[in-house]
């Protein structure tokens, strides 16, 4: 008897395969995480005066999110705290939750840290940091 083939997910599962359940259980939960999985995405990329990111923050209100610049690195942190309540509603389904999310980009041009503009609109924050223009140096006397 030829074994049956079942598409589950991610793969092809056999049918009586000693790990199918667990296989099936996995696709489950990446199923189940797979829109969380689009918050964060970013894309970085310049013209010849500014670094620009932007990133898909969904569900983040602009208060939420924090941005730092340490020593050439970019760091974006959002984090969505869970309202408490004290109802007795039954959920059904219940996909809003409270989340962290960060990233750090090593910036690969010097910029102006003094001259970085920030927006955040429909879920998506925009950074345009503007590039030194001009090559710092610092004369080092010998004694």
Known sequence: M?????????????SGEPFGSL??????FVRDVQPW?????????EDDKNLYVEAELAGFHKDQIELTLE???????AEQQEE???RQETYYIR???QGKWSRSIQLPVAVQEDN?????QDGVLKVSLA????????RIEVK
């Open 2 to 14: 030829l074994p049956i083939l079942r598409n589950h997910g991610l793969r092809c599962v056999r």
């Open 37 to 45: 999985r689009h918050t964060g995405n970013l894309d970085l990329y």
């Open 116 to 120: 970085i503009a920030a927006t955040y």
């Open 71 to 77: 020593d050439g690195v970019l760091h974006l942190k």
């Open 84 to 86: 408490k309540e004290d």
């Open 95 to 97: 996909e809003r939750r």
């Open 131 to 138: 590039k030194q223009t001009e090559k710092q140096t610092h």
């Open 23 to 28: 296989t099936r259980l996995l696709d489950e």
